[in-house]
């Protein structure tokens, strides 16, 4: 192998490295943000004093 094709491969293993990372990162921060909206419906739900939800609603839990 030349000088010039092992250059290349490095690029190429570098780019898929830093691509993979960037993939990883988009997927946990969607998994977060749904975790946080989830939190959020929960505590507007259960923010509303006039409807009892809990005793409807399983999924809000205690």
Do not use: C, F, P
């Not at 010039?4 to 691509?19: E, G, P, S, Y």
């Not at 990162?25 to 009892?52: F, G, P, T, W, Y």
């Amino acid at each position: 192998m030349d000088k010039q094709t092992k250059k290349r491969l490095i690029h190429i293993r570098d780019a898929t490295d830093v691509n993979m990372k960037h993939k990883d990162n988009l997927a946990r921060s969607s998994v977060e943000r749904h975790e946080r909206a989830k939190i959020q419906i929960k505590r507007e739900v259960m923010d509303n004093r006039q409807i009892d939800y809990k005793r409807h609603m399983k999924w809000i839990g205690a």
